[in-house]
C-alpha cells in the first residue's frame, strides 16, 4: 500500500501534522491559495499579448471579451469563472500534482473556515482526477488526539462553503471591473 497525500496551508501545520500521523502519510503546504481570478496585471499582460498582432480597430464584441477576460468570470455562459495559478505558487502546485500522482488517497486538510473550504476545493481542480481519491478532514486544534479524530471520520468537500468566498470574489471582480470606468 503506498502513502496518502495530506495538504495544509501552514508549512508549520504540516510539519507537526506529519509527526502526528506516521510514515503512512506525506503532510504538504499549500503556503494558502494556490489561484484565483485573474488580477489586472496578468489580464493586462495577456491582453497586451493578444492584440500585439493585430493593427486593426476592434469591434465592440472583443472589448466586451477583453472585459470578461479582466474579470475572470464570465456572465454570459453561466457565470463560469476563469482561474489563474497565483504568481509564485506553479513549483508549489506543480509539487503536489507529482505527489499526488503517486498517492493511494488525497486528504484536503486545509482550514476549517470558509476561505480554507475554497483552498481545498482549488487544490482537488487543479491537482485534478478521480473524485473518489479525495476526503475532506478537519479539526479544530493541533493536537494528536484531534487529528486521529478527523482522520478517522474523513468527509467530502462542503460547496455551499466553497461558494460564498468565490461570490464574493466575483462580486469583487464585476463591480471592480465594470464599475471603476465609470469613477
Do not use: C
Not at 493578444?50 to 493593427?55: E, G, Q, V
Not at 488517497?105 to 483552498?119: F, N, P, Q, S, W
Not at 493536537?143 to 468537500?157: C, D, M, V
Not at 466553497?162 to 469583487?172: E, G, I, L, T, Y
Request: proline residues 4%.
Amino acid at each position: 500500500m503506498g502513502k496518502a497525500l495530506v495538504i495544509v496551508e501552514s508549512p508549520a501545520k504540516a510539519k507537526t501534522i506529519n509527526k502526528y500521523l506516521g510514515n503512512d502519510y506525506v503532510v504538504k503546504s499549500s503556503v494558502g491559495h494556490i489561484r484565483d481570478l485573474p488580477t489586472s496585471g496578468s489580464a493586462a499582460k495577456k491582453s497586451a499579448d493578444s492584440t500585439s498582432t493585430k493593427t486593426a480597430k476592434k469591434p465592440k464584441k472583443d472589448e466586451r471579451g477583453a472585459l470578461v477576460n479582466r474579470m475572470g468570470v464570465d456572465p454570459r455562459h453561466n457565470w463560469d469563472a476563469h482561474y489563474e495559478v497565483l504568481p509564485g505558487k506553479e513549483k508549489v502546485v506543480s509539487e503536489l500534482k507529482q505527489l499526488a500522482e503517486k498517492a493511494d488517497h488525497i486528504y484536503l486538510a486545509t482550514d476549517l473556515d470558509r476561505e480554507g473550504e475554497a483552498i481545498a476545493w482549488h487544490l482537488r481542480e487543479v491537482i485534478g482526477g478521480d473524485d473518489a481519491r479525495y476526503s475532506r478532514v478537519v479539526f479544530n486544534e493541533i493536537t494528536k488526539n484531534a487529528i486521529r479524530q478527523a482522520f478517522e471520520q474523513p468527509g467530502e468537500l462542503n460547496i455551499n462553503r466553497v461558494n460564498a468566498p468565490q461570490a464574493r470574489r466575483f462580486r469583487a471582480g464585476v463591480v471592480g471591473k465594470m464599475g471603476t470606468p465609470l469613477l
